[in-house]
């Protein structure tokens, strides 16, 4: 397993284009998490997947933006109607067992948003 | 409203000596933290985590401390490298299986 997989790495899109992203958490890993990091800042908090089921969303999070995870395997984030402040990188993490675990989370490389 | 603190400013030592890192945080009782090394262009990497009843971690040239009284945890390098070099991030537990992370401090280590 070469750990968590995240594509594209680079994406430019038009403001007001949907753009959708793809992560591959480590395969034994039920839970995923995608998080949203600008320059200077931590990551954000964005949505947690246990298995196929979304259990917790931020409040911040736009109803622009949607995830899934068919199967609980693989997911998806997508983002509808882009503004020039979604830019940032999207970080997707999984762990096998909660945040609360000594093995905590294993990122991905992210994918980086520029919005034009 | 919760608030994680970690200095902004860029930490600047010299190879050989001990960097200590802070993460400070208020309206909070994070049952634990972690701490993650982020390189530029790249995911964070987990590096420890502590709960709140342990005092002290310790990981090879790692170590932090966990002060639930003062609501302050501190990262230390011993011998640092300049392959030490990079972004670290405190993280509390956020709920629900979630972290909610620090702005992270840069720590440069010169030869």
């Known amino acids: 397993d070469t750990g968590v997989s995240q594509d594209p790495r680079h994406k430019i899109t038009k403001r007001g284009q949907n753009v959708t992203f793809r992560c591959d958490p480590i395969?034994?890993?039920?839970?995923l998490y995608w998080y949203r990091q600008t320059l200077g800042q931590g990551p954000e908090f964005l949505t947690y997947f246990q298995n196929e089921a979304q259990l917790e969303k931020s409040r911040l999070l736009s109803d622009r933006f949607s995830a899934e995870r068919p199967k609980g395997s693989f997911s998806t984030l997508e983002i509808q109607r882009t503004e020039q402040g979604d830019s940032a990188m999207y970080l997707c993490a999984s762990s096998l067992r909660g945040a609360g675990y000594s093995d905590g989370y294993t990122f991905g490389s992210g994918t980086r948003l520029t919005v034009v | 409203s919760q608030k994680i603190e970690q200095n902004s400013e860029a930490l600047n030592i010299q190879e050989g000596k001990t960097a200590t890192l802070t993460c400070n945080y208020t309206n909070y009782s994070p049952a634990y933290l972690q701490w993650y090394r982020q390189d530029p262009g790249r995911g964070p990497v987990f590096l420890l985590l502590i709960r709140e009843n342990e005092k002290e971690k310790r990981k090879e040239r790692l170590k932090v401390t966990f002060d639930t009284t003062l609501k302050q945890s501190l990262f230390h390098i011993t011998a640092s490298q300049p392959a030490d070099s990079a972004t670290y991030l405190c993280?509390?537990?956020?709920?629900?299986?979630?972290?909610?992370f620090g702005k992270g401090t840069m720590l440069l280590v010169s030869p």
């Open positions: 395969s034994e890993h039920n839970r």
């Open positions: 993280a509390l537990d956020g709920g629900y299986s979630t972290l909610t």
